[in-house]
């Protein structure tokens, strides 16, 4: 039988999320039990689509899925994967004259700033493929301006992760990990010996 990442490079994993939690809850188990799988797949890179406010999230939220998007983000970093997180805005709530792809960190976002979809699209693929996207925890939006044509130097311009970290690189208000469920200290504790 053939291994199940035999031929792969890349895993790119987007999920909606829902106001009750539960979808937020199956996107958690999807990316534990995917990460299971690749244990032993070194090199294999994870792009993770999350959302916006992730790290904010401390304490109950009334968007239970944020809550377990933070905790599969925690799972993707301390995995030993190479891994590009990206955190979008607002879907299609952008202008008609943003065709810039705007990245930022620190999760401080605030107000309802746009990204067209293609943009999401796009850094989720040009973080597999660019070097300086590896590590990296942004968020993404569309902006004034001419399009971006160096993936390169759009990453560049941003800060890795610092190596198995649980939170994005600028990220405050983090919640403690004593404050996540068993389960979840459990799955990090497993992961990140992996």
């Known amino acids: ?3 199940l990442t035999e031929g792969i490079d890349a895993v790119i994993l987007t999920h909606g999320g829902d106001v009750d939690g539960e979808g937020g809850i199956s996107f ?3 990316v534990a ?21 992730t790290s904010q ?18 799972l993707v970093r301390i995995s030993g994967h190479p891994y590009t997180i990206v955190r979008p805005g607002w879907f299609d ?31 989720l693929l040009e973080g597999i493929a660019q070097p300086s996207g ?4 942004v968020e993404i939006f569309s902006t004034t301006g001419d399009p971006v044509t160096d993936y390169e130097a759009l990453f ?14 600028l990220d405050t208000n983090n919640v403690p990990v004593s404050e996540e469920p068993a389960q979840v200290q459990e799955d990090i504790a497993r992961l990140g010996r992996s």
């Open 33 to 53: 039990a995917l990460l299971e799988a690749l244990a032993g797949a070194a090199g294999l890179h994870v792009s993770l689509m999350t959302a916006m406010n």
């Open 28 to 30: 958690y188990a999807t």
């Open 1 to 3: 039988m053939r291994p």
């Open 57 to 74: 999230s401390a304490g109950p939220s009334h968007y239970g899925f944020v809550e377990w998007k933070r905790r599969a983000e925690r």
């Open 134 to 137: 590896a590590r990296r925890t």
């Open 93 to 123: 709530y952008q202008g008609p004259g943003d065709v810039r792809i705007d990245l930022r960190q620190g999760d401080l976002v605030t107000g309802q700033p746009g990204v067209d979809r293609r943009h999401i699209a796009q850094v």
């Open 156 to 169: 560049a311009a941003t800060q890795p992760d610092e190596p198995g970290a649980l939170d994005g690189v």
